[in-house]
């Protein structure tokens, strides 16, 4: 079993930063995601961390967003640049028991409670 907490959410203006903070209860052998979903959207993938953490991102947010792990506090970020409006959506921590991410949110078994972003043109 795995628990996941996000925080970090908010409201920032175009061209802002937000880091999000994704608190796991245990990470041995999972792989872990954030995705996303705009109102009236389907949830999509924004980027996932292999076992291994080495990372896979969406095109959409290539070059602006990363994605890490620290080992000692259990806990998986999202760091946000260059935030646009249409990055606007609810953001969740997700974790699955594989060695490789996926883009599919139906393949992860966990899943955090969720966090607003809203970023203002």
């Known amino acids: 079993q795995v628990q996941l907490v996000e925080s970090g959410g908010g409201l920032v203006q175009a061209g802002g930063s937000l880091r999000l903070s994704c608190a796991a209860s245990?990470?041995?052998?999972?792989?872990m995601a954030w995705f996303r979903q705009a109102p009236g959207q389907e949830r999509e993938f924004v980027v996932g961390l292999n076992w291994s953490s080495t990372p896979r991102y969406a095109d959409s947010v290539k070059g602006r967003f990363t994605i890490s792990w620290d080992n000692t506090k259990n806990t998986l970020y999202l760091q946000m640049n260059s935030l646009k409006p249409e990055d606007t959506a609810v953001y969740y921590c997700a974790a699955r028991n594989a060695y490789a991410t996926s883009t599919y949110d139906v393949d992860y078994a966990y899943w955090g409670q969720g966090t607003q972003v809203t970023v203002s043109s």
């Open positions: 245990g990470r041995s052998s999972v792989a």
